[in-house]
């Protein structure tokens, strides 16, 4: 870690008005500056910043600041949202971390984090150690030639699933903008992440009122039960009538680039019996255009069972 | 119930370790490791570094600290940094920043540019095995290559092809890391030309004499202080490169300094386990008799071929009744960091493969795993003369299997909602060793008594196990034993090491008793003394004689003599030509396999094992659940994963998994207890590290027994169980 300059805003105007790094939980900033991938000059805590609160009134909004455990721990939250919480990090981390912060996390490919390799996310035309290295971990879906990194969120994952929306400030005002249209897929470019702007900031998480997002649910497999990143993870919604899947929310995690929607499943549920072999069927096209790496061909596999899996638990409320 | 009497101040914070140790005017020093596995260090460019706020001094092989390798019987040579210009691999320590904050120098650290000539690297075991050399000789001596064959038969090879029912296969294992909670660190203070080290090590005495030989010093100029470990599992035998180069770096700034390790340089500025290949051939009879046994074995070491990791004569040189036999061990020199002993080194790994051969040669045959161990069962080692002391491992699997529920087991797989469920079971046996010990009685004068000895207490409980003992041997109450470790001044003995402490300082604990009383009642019968003359004898912490009796504090105060002082040694000696020794145990496992997604997890487990006498009841549980848990962590979580370059992929917390809370169901362990006086008059055996032998076998046995796969690698992981 290297020396730095801190400050607190208090309001939102001030902390736009300031250049620097916004600090919320520290869970994912605090980790990298100790590892020297992130060095700001500027640290600008935004804890005292007004952002917080649960709004249920209509649909879900997060202020910025919510902590993921109050919010994991919130009864109107919809399932899929607070499992994907609960079974993210660790108590300790989820009373520390934001849900906006939450939703910047910084990838956990192990060459991202370690100053010492090469890295395009890291260091601009470095060159990608993953591409040829220690990939078991790392996306089969919208990757590039220049990064393959996941995207390490658990409730992203739920989030774009559930059609959630972003509020952002900026010093000329406000703006809202899609989930699934904030992440941006690495390309050439992969140090840019989403479509926040510089000096811009999360300021609330929306996710649209539909009540059958209360028949939702999060599926982690992981290499331990507790405290460990997705190999693959599922976020899935049914709107079942007279046994008819009428609508569908599918998304996956630790498999794409970004938290990884997947319409073409949605499509293949739509009008479908809610049955073993419907959902076989289309989990079966989740991982077209796929492209494996040395390590995480498995992933190909797993992708497919894993959103198998978290639909029969949705339908029949089966094992855990 | 005994509670182990470093558990409050453990638990409170109250425990001060190595690093926890503070001096006025103490310095900070910071490792720079390299970046390439193979080479030569060109150039250093330590001016930015230097200049840097706060920095006293940068060290590299160009402008070094004057450091000698020390040689023990124990350990052989230990290597010292910043002696050459040599990278022999990623991570190694090239550079020692001090300077007056620990930030300083960590900043400074990262300035330190290092310019390298780099040479083809070999990083990988299964790459380098066409390299292999036939391995050294071990610790006991024993020749690399070991053959038993019946009268009149050729090779094993004959044997194997004139056996009925034959098992082939070939077994690996990961390259793990000890990861002690506790990283290597040391706090280095020179006074008058003698140098204090603290510093978290399994005998402090022996790093003591590794520091004076390393900095030219007569052996009684360097004090090792221990009291508390964090952690050792082998991993802190050798004296550490932060204990080196403080004490090195102390005597040349002329300011204390402390040193440590950040948890990702633990994984390379120290030493491991070596990842390891077996090729293992079993024959046998239809009825299960093993008529022959074959089990060469592949470890990595360093360029320097510090540590060979015995898998083959850590297990099959032993552990079944087989009229032929042939080992074999060779290691492969490899670009990695240097391996070293961790629990259970041979064992460990080796019993992964033969337990698993087992389990196959079982399935082959039809029959009950349990029922073909005990049919193996030996009475002594294949070759030797010399019975098992004491062996009670049938009784282990009588009694695991009636606990565990063994016999609904049932043939094919069961299912509880959607997961496949399986039984697993394996043989553990390790060694039953004692070291020379030496420990130190004083009885003083404020009724109180002494137990002493040097060496180290890493969480085993040798602390509580002096004060019992002691107690014991001096029929006095343990709350007026006095237990101290973790000091060279103090008389040598209780390494942790090898499972020995309790069976080798216990025994000479009761020596040293016998001796303290003996002295106690001549004292008492003394020209002058309160029993002048008289025949006196002692119990109950009281000396008796014509009807009186006295305490015997009250006896020194009546002399006027503060205390009375002995010691006593005791050595391993003849009982080694009439019996051989080990402990022995039966892991269980159960384990679940998703349907779907293929994580397996542990559900249940059971270790029954015959130790000998247990000495504390609840810190033995404690060692051997922990050594079974040690044993699900190599099965389905640890392991390094090794990158061409030779840089570990994950080693840091994040990414090299041990188990959680989550991972870990409820631990039962039992013990069959039958006190082995034939091996040490207390009849311990040591128990520290056989509670994670066979585990990982067992597992991976479950998870055959669950899902038909058999899986002949660990850490075993969701692909491996994917089938498609």
């Known amino acids: 870690m290297r020396p730095f300059e801190l400050t607190a805003p208090t309001t939102v105007d001030d902390a736009l008005a300031t250049p620097g790094t916004f600090l919320a939980g520290g869970t994912t900033l605090v980790d990298l500056m100790?590892?020297?991938?992130?060095?700001?000059?500027h640290?600008?805590?935004?804890?005292?910043?007004?952002?917080?609160?649960?709004?249920?009134?209509?649909?879900?909004?997060?202020?910025?600041?919510?902590?993921?455990?109050?919010?994991?721990?919130?009864?109107?939250?919809?399932?899929?949202?607070?499992?994907?919480?609960?079974?993210?990090?660790?108590?300790?981390?989820?009373?520390?971390?934001?849900?906006?912060?939450?939703?910047?996390?910084?990838?956990?490919?192990?060459?991202?984090?370690?100053?010492?390799?090469?890295?395009?996310?890291?260091?601009p035309g470095s060159g990608c150690s993953a591409l040829d290295g220690a990939n078991r971990m790392h996306a089969i879906l919208g990757t590039s030639d220049s990064c393959v990194a996941t995207h390490a969120s658990d409730v992203a994952v739920a989030l774009v699933a559930l059609d959630a929306r972003l509020l952002l400030a900026n010093a000329e005002g406000t703006r809202e903008v899609a989930l699934r249209?904030?992440?941006?897929?690495?390309?050439?470019?992969?140090?840019?992440?989403?479509?926040?702007?510089?000096?811009?900031?999360?300021?609330?998480?929306?996710?649209?009122?539909?009540?059958?997002?209360?028949?939702?649910?999060?599926?982690?497999?992981?290499?331990?039960?507790?405290?460990?990143?997705?190999?693959?993870?599922?976020?899935?919604?049914?709107?079942?009538?007279?046994?008819?899947?009428?609508?569908?929310?599918?998304?996956?995690?630790?498999?794409?680039?970004?938290?990884?929607h997947l319409p073409a499943v949605e499509d293949a549920l739509r009008g479908a019996p809610a049955t073993q072999a419907s959902f076989e069927a289309a989990a079966a096209v989740a991982a077209d255009g796929a492209r494996p790496l040395r390590d995480n061909a498995f992933k190909v596999s797993l992708l497919k069972r894993t959103i198998v899996r978290a639909l029969l638990e949705l339908t029949e409320g089966s094992s855990r | 119930m005994i509670t182990r009497l470093d558990a409050p101040l453990k638990v409170t914070g109250e425990a001060k370790y190595g690093a926890d140790h503070s001096f006025t005017g103490m310095v900070y020093g910071y490792l720079v490791l390299s970046t390439i596995a193979h080479g030569e260090i060109e150039a250093?460019?330590?001016?930015?570094?230097?200049?840097?706020?706060?920095?006293?001094?940068?060290?590299?092989?160009?402008?070094?600290?004057?450091?000698?390798?020390?040689?023990?019987?124990?350990?052989?040579?230990?290597?010292?940094?910043?002696?050459?210009?040599?990278?022999?691999?990623?991570?190694?320590?090239?550079?020692?920043?001090?300077?007056?904050?620990?930030?300083?120098?960590?900043?400074?650290?990262?300035?330190?540019?290092?310019?390298?000539?780099?040479?083809?690297?070999?990083?990988s075991l299964a790459e380098g095995l066409d390299t292999a050399e036939v391995a050294p000789p071990g610790f006991d001596g024993s020749p690399p290559e070991i053959e038993v064959l019946e009268d009149g038969v050729e090779s094993i090879e004959a044997a194997l092809a004139a056996s009925p029912v034959v098992v082939e296969a070939t077994y690996s294992t990961a390259t793990q890391n000890h990861a002690a909670m506790e990283p290597h660190s040391a706090v280095a203070v020179w006074d008058d030309g003698k140098l204090t080290v603290y510093s978290g090590?399994?005998?402090?005495?022996?790093?003591?004499?590794?520091?004076?030989?390393?900095?030219?010093?007569?052996?009684?100029?360097?004090?090792?202080?221990?009291?508390?470990?964090?952690?050792?599992?082998?991993?802190?035998?050798?004296?550490?490169?932060?204990?080196?180069?403080a004490a090195a770096a102390a005597r040349a700034l002329g300011r204390p300094v402390k040193a440590a390790l950040t948890r990702e340089q633990v994984f390379t500025a120290t030493a491991g386990r070596a990842a390891t290949v077996q090729k293992l051939a079993l024959g046998a009879e239809p009825d299960g008799t093993l008529i022959a046994l074959r089990h060469d074995s592949w470890c990595h070491t360093d360029v320097a071929r510090s540590f060979v990791e015995p898998t083959s004569h850590g297990t099959s040189r032993e552990w079944y009744a087989t009229k032929n036999l042939s080992i074999t061990q060779k290691v492969v020199p490899l670009n990695l960091p240097p391996t070293t002993f961790m629990r259970a080194p041979g064992e460990a790994p080796g019993s992964f493969a033969l337990e698993s051969a087992i389990d196959e040669l079982a399935v082959k045959l039809g029959m009950d795993p349990i029922e073909l161990r005990v049919r193996n069962n030996s009475t002594a080692p294949p070759g030797h003369d010399l019975q098992w002391s004491s062996k009670h491992l049938d009784e282990c699997f009588r009694i695991g299997a009636d606990r565990f529920g063994w016999a609904h087991r049932p043939p094919g797989t069961r299912t509880d909602g959607d997961w496949l469920v399986g039984m697993g079971v394996a043989t553990a046996v390790f060694p039953a060793l004692r070291f020379p010990a030496t420990v130190g009685i004083t009885l003083r004068a404020d009724e109180t008594a002494v137990v002493a000895t040097s060496g180290a207490d890493p969480g085993t409980g040798l602390l509580t196990v002096l004060s019992l003992v002691g107690a014991e041997s001096l029929d006095i109450p343990a709350d007026r034993i006095v237990p101290r470790l973790g000091d060279s001044t103090l008389p040598p003995g209780g390494m942790s090491g090898g499972s020995t402490a309790t069976a080798s300082a216990g025994t000479a604990i009761m020596l040293a008793a016998t001796k303290a009383i003996d002295e106690l009642v001549a004292l008492a019968a003394d020209p002058g003394a309160p029993f002048e003359g008289a025949e006196v004898t002692y119990a109950d912490g009281r000396v008796f004689a014509d009807g009186?009796?006295?305490?015997?504090?009250?006896?020194?105060?009546?002399?006027?003599?503060?205390?009375?002082?002995?010691?006593?040694?005791?050595?391993?000696?003849?009982?080694?030509?009439?019996?051989?020794?080990?402990?022995?145990?039966?892991?269980?496992?159960?384990?679940?396999?998703?349907?779907?997604?293929?994580?397996?997890?542990?559900?249940?487990?059971?270790?029954?094992?015959?130790?000998?006498?247990?000495?504390?009841?609840?810190?033995?549980?404690?060692?051997?659940?922990?050594?079974?848990?040690?044993?699900?962590?190599?099965?389905?979580?640890?392991?390094?994963?090794?990158?061409?370059?030779?840089?570990?992929?994950n080693g840091d917390f994040a990414s090299y998994l041990l188990p959680v809370n989550a991972d870990i169901p409820e631990v039962d362990v039992h013990f069959v207890e039958y006190p082995d006086t034939l091996h040490n008059a207390v009849g311990a055996r040591g128990l520290g590290e056989i509670g994670t032998v066979g585990m990982a076998a067992a597992v991976a046995n479950a998870v055959h027994n669950a899902t038909g796969i058999r899986v002949r690698h660990i850490p075993i992981t969701i692909e491996d169980l994917l089938e498609d």
């Open chain 1, 34 to 41: 100790k590892l020297n991938v992130l060095t700001p000059e």
């Open chain 1, 43 to 123: 640290v600008l805590d935004i804890n005292q910043v007004p952002l917080q609160g649960i709004d249920t009134s209509d649909g879900l909004r997060f202020g910025a600041l919510e902590r993921m455990s109050a919010i994991a721990a919130h009864p109107q939250v919809y399932p899929a949202i607070s499992r994907a919480l609960l079974l993210s990090a660790s108590q300790q981390i989820r009373n520390m971390a934001s849900i906006g912060g939450n939703l910047l996390q910084r990838t956990r490919c192990s060459y991202f984090r370690d100053v010492a390799t090469p890295c395009n996310k890291r260091e």
């Open chain 1, 181 to 260: 249209d904030f992440y941006q897929l690495p390309g050439d470019t992969p140090a840019l992440e989403n479509d926040l702007r510089p000096g811009e900031l999360i300021t609330d998480v929306v996710v649209p009122r539909r009540d059958w997002a209360a028949n939702s649910t999060y599926v982690k497999v992981r290499d331990r039960q507790s405290y460990e990143f997705a190999l693959c993870s599922a976020a899935v919604a049914l709107d079942v009538r007279d046994g008819v899947i009428a609508d569908a929310r599918v998304a996956a995690g630790g498999v794409g680039t970004v938290p990884w």
């Open chain 2, 44 to 123: 250093m460019d330590a001016t930015a570094a230097k200049s840097a706020p706060g920095v006293l001094e940068v060290y590299t092989p160009f402008d070094s600290l004057a450091l000698r390798p020390p040689s023990l019987p124990v350990f052989g040579e230990t290597w010292v940094p910043l002696q050459d210009k040599e990278v022999t691999y990623y991570g190694q320590p090239v550079a020692f920043v001090v300077a007056e904050t620990f930030e300083q120098a960590r900043d400074a650290a990262a300035l330190v540019a290092v310019a390298y000539r780099e040479r083809p690297a070999l990083t």
């Open chain 2, 201 to 245: 090590n399994q005998a402090s005495n022996m790093q003591a004499a590794e520091l004076a030989i390393a900095l030219d010093l007569a052996p009684d100029a360097v004090h090792a202080i221990n009291p508390f470990v964090g952690g050792a599992f082998g991993g802190k035998g050798r004296t550490s490169t932060p204990a080196f180069l």
């Open chain 2, 548 to 649: 009186r009796s006295m305490t015997f504090g009250e006896l020194l105060r009546a002399v006027g003599r503060e205390s009375l002082e002995v010691t006593g040694t005791s050595a391993p000696g003849e009982e080694m030509t009439k019996h051989s020794f080990a402990s022995w145990g039966a892991q269980f496992v159960e384990v679940r396999v998703h349907k779907w997604t293929r994580e397996a997890r542990v559900s249940r487990m059971l270790g029954v094992f015959d130790a000998g006498r247990i000495i504390n009841d609840k810190a033995a549980r404690s060692q051997l659940m922990g050594g079974m848990i040690w044993g699900i962590s190599a099965a389905l979580h640890e392991g390094l994963e090794v990158e061409a370059n030779g840089r570990f992929a």
